[in-house]
Structures are given as structure tokens and as C-alpha cells.
């Protein structure tokens, strides 16, 4: 199976490429699954049908999904949310206020990104082609196994036994509830699952990631910083596409200096993602909407080349020995050596970029070593162990 992720900022044209990428697949004769992780759906208007929250057929060997995320949020939270509800009541919380925090941020995109493993395990398709939030949700989403496993291996195991100890005496000491162990039992499993989820997502021989973009200098700058955080977290990518190009033959006087800003950073574009391949699709004269459409998007993005290829073939983490000294090397390009921060504890490495933090467990070989220091060149930070 493969699992293709088109990410990108709002409004660049995710949806409309991930629909294109689809068809595409589903005519080449794979069994194809196109899904949404944004709330805010709109691959039935991109198709012009209606779409379902289970596998809708639309077309041969094409489904659909638009996910329901209330609903996997009560199927697979329900237990959690309620003691959490009922946890911020006791604490004097507006009921409606407390049913909200109970939903941690990002847990609607999770719940749909959990639906990859699902269908990975089942082999109901051969192409799994995700339409994704905007380029922050994906990281806050791609993020999430790292934090939830940050919680699980610091809290949940010490937390679990203490009130199991707790509960031995009496539950009416407390002014708050404790958790039961179908609370646990939830939080773990959820930790599970995702933790399978990034196995399938960080394999390269299964999931890459595409950046979608528009040749316009904010969205450039943020696809560079999305391609950083994806390299920090060990994801990869395998291809640029640089959507809404003014083709040739618009010759108005119009748009001539816009047409020479496009070309800039197009050319700036394949100067700063020269590993990458970067496919251009041109601005179309109409709305790409219906399946005609999106199958000529499809034919002038991909030409000759089958969109499960693998692109590219990067490796954003690797353990490297130089003598008699260990290196950790992280792919970490558009960045400088002031922007990054590090902190060993324990035996975690702990890396962190503007905002966005990566709690990296060491591997045995690492772990029982001493940091011997730093340095960044050529965009790969590397650290040395020894």
C-alpha cells in the first residue's frame, strides 16, 4: 500500500491536487481511497458529489471519505472525555466549558489520521491519498504520537499506580474523582494505535509527503518552515508542487509583472528544494471542479509518471560512527544554528525550533553516551556522542 499526504497553507489547492492525484491512481487500476483530515471538508465539492463519512464509490476503483469527527470522537474518546467533563465540573467548570476542554486540541484530525492504520491493516485499497488541514493542523497532528507519548512514558504508568494504591483506602477523602480503569485502559490503547499510526506514516516505503504551495513569497516561506518540522520529526518528503502557475500564452499586460514574481520564486523554489522534484501545474482559465477537470489537473501535474512513486528518497534521521565517536544527524534545512536549541535529559534528546519542540528518545547505543557537542552544515545538524 501507499499512503500519499498532500499538505499545504489555507487555500493553495490541496484538495483539488489530492482529488487530481486520485483519479489519476484510480485509473492507472489501484484501488483508491481519498480522504480528508480537515474539518473543514471539501473533496464532495471538488468532485461535485456527495461523500459520506464512510467509503463512498465514485468512480472504478475510486472511493471517498469524508470523516465524521464528532462521531469518532464518541467512539474512541467517550470514556476520557466524560471523566474529564465530569473532573472540570467538580471543580466548580460551566458544564458546556468543561464538555469543550475535555476534547484536547487537534483530537477531530487525529481521530481521521487513525483511519490510515485502519485501512493499512484491513489492505482494502492499494492508494491512500490524504487531503490534509492546512500546513500548522499537519504538524500539530504529526506532533501529536510525540506528545501523547511524552504523557504516556512520564505520567500514565506512575499516575496509575498511585491511584490504584489511592482507591485502596477510600475515594472519599478526595474533593475531586479519580479516574477509573476504563480511563486507562482508553488513553492506552489511544497510545497505542497512534503509535502504529506513526509507523506506517514515518515508513518512506509507504507514506510520503507532498507540499503543496503557490509561487508567492509567504507561502514559499512557510512551505520551508513545514519542510523543516517534518525533517524534525522524521517524516518524508518527496515532492514540491507549485500550484496556480500563470502559463506562457497570458500575454496581458495585466499580469506581466506578476507572471515575473511567479517566475522569481519558481526559480528561487528549485534553488531551495533542489533534492526534491517540483512538479508546476498551470492556473487553469475556469474552476477545477468535477471529474473531467480534475483528471486534465491530474494529466498536466503528473505527465508520464504513476503518482505512487516514490519521488525522492531522504533520510531526515540516521545514526552515523566516526571513529570512535556516534553522530545524530537530523536533515534540518532553512535554518540557522542560532534558531536551534538543545537539551539532554535523561535519556531523551530534546530539540527544539522556533516553536515546535521534539522529545527524541535515544536508542541504547546513544543513550549510555555524552553529548561531545554540535554543529549545522550544509543543513544537517549533527550531534556527537562519546
Known sequence: ???????????????????????????LGYRTLVMSTDPAHSLADSFSQHIRSEPTPLAKNLWGLEIDPFREIEENWAVVKDYLSTLFTSQGVDDIVAEELSILPGMDELFSLLKIRQFYEQDAYDVIVVDCAPTGATLRLLHFPEMIGWYMRRLFHVERKVVGTIRRFTDEVFSIP????????????????VGEMKEVIANPKVTSIR??????????????????YLNMFGFVCDAVIANKVLPDEITDEYFVEWKASQQRYLEELEASFGSLPIFKVRLYEREVVGTEAL??????????????EQFADSKPMRIVKRGKNYWLELHMPFVEKSDIQLLRKGDELIVRVGNIKRHIVLPHILAKQEP???KLENGILQIGFG
Not at 479516574?179 to 485502559?185: A, H, I, L, N, T
Not at 483528471?295 to 505512487?308: F, I, V
Request: with cysteine; proline share 4%.
Open 1 to 27: 500500500m501507499r499512503v500519499l499526504l498532500y499538505t499545504g497553507k489555507g487555500g493553495v489547492g490541496k484538495t483539488s491536487i489530492s482529488a487530481a492525484t486520485a483519479i489519476y491512481c484510480a485509473e
Open 211 to 228: 507540499l503543496v504551495l503557490n509561487p508567492e513569497k509567504m507561502v514559499i516561506e512557510e512551505t520551508r518552515r513545514a519542510y523543516t
Open 295 to 308: 483528471r486534465q489537473m491530474a494529466k498536466d501535474l503528473y505527465g508520464g509518471h504513476d503518482p505512487t
Open 372 to 374: 561531545k557537542g554540535a
Open 178 to 193: 479519580l479516574p477509573g480503569d476504563e480511563v486507562y485502559d482508553t488513553v492506552e490503547r489511544l497510545y497505542k494505535r
